[in-house]
């Protein structure tokens, strides 16, 4: 079965540099979900998407934006990175209507900034 | 604010035995919890989910429970195997929202 995918899966920057990171969501699912998890630590949401309209936004610092485009894949960018942004970015999508609605995750991309 | 925490940080089993894993939620609007696997490197992996108004869900080899009267989740998982070696997850979502709000994960740790 069609799973999330996300890239890249490993992404060296520099302070002060940005970053993109990419996802795209199992066909059929209109809601995406974007989510940091620092290292030992549980994963902290960061913002969501439904029919490429922000619906929901957590702990994601002034430096980040995303959007999610009409094919419903989203990209997250990431600007003046800082070496406390250094985590795994985890995107996850969903389908409205499902029977519980549970969200599925993508493998993740490994962000290190040195 | 609301938080998902869980009792054990790393929980070591031997292979064959059931094992338990515990969490406790704090937010009564929660409607929703899901139990995630994480192996390494990986993204959380969907193992059971259970709605607020059951007390029990069974999949396969994994049972979760749910009680709403102490805000407690557990997962248990029947003759665990090696392959069962990974941090679990609960993570409990508000009807509203959809947010997964996740706790701090268990290792499970399981010796031959």
């Known amino acids: 079965a069609a799973g999330v995918i996300q890239s890249p899966r490993h992404l060296i920057k520099e302070k002060r540099e940005t970053a993109t990171l990419k996802c795209y969501p199992i066909p059929r699912h209109d809601t995406v979900y974007w989510y940091q998890q620092g290292p030992g630590q549980d994963p902290q949401f960061l913002i969501s998407f439904y029919e490429k309209m922000q619906s929901d936004k957590g702990s994601i610092p002034d430096r980040f934006s995303a959007q999610q485009f009409s094919d419903y894949h989203s990209e997250l960018n990431m600007s003046s990175l800082e070496l406390g942004d250094s985590a795994l970015y985890f995107c996850?999508?969903?389908?409205?209507?499902?029977?519980?609605?549970?969200?599925?995750f993508g493998p993740g991309t490994r962000l290190t900034v040195t | 604010g609301e938080s998902v925490g869980l009792h054990l940080p790393t929980l070591s089993v031997q292979e064959g035995d059931n094992s338990i894993i515990n969490c406790a939620y704090s937010n009564s609007a929660s409607d929703y919890f899901i139990w995630y696997k994480q192996e390494s490197g990986k993204g959380p992996q969907f193992i059971i989910d259970?709605?607020?108004?059951?007390d029990k869900r069974q999949g396969q080899r994994v049972t979760v429970l749910l009680n709403k009267t102490v805000k407690h989740l557990s997962l248990q998982i029947a003759a665990t195997q090696p392959g069962d070696s990974a941090v679990y997850f609960c993570?409990?979502?508000?009807?509203?929202?959809?947010?997964?709000?996740f706790g701090s994960g268990t290792r499970l740790l399981v010796r031959p």
């Open positions: 996850a999508s969903r389908q409205t209507g499902g029977e519980f609605g549970e969200q599925y």
């Open positions: 993570a409990e979502r508000e009807d509203s929202s959809y947010k997964l709000i």
């Open positions: 259970i709605r607020s108004n059951m």
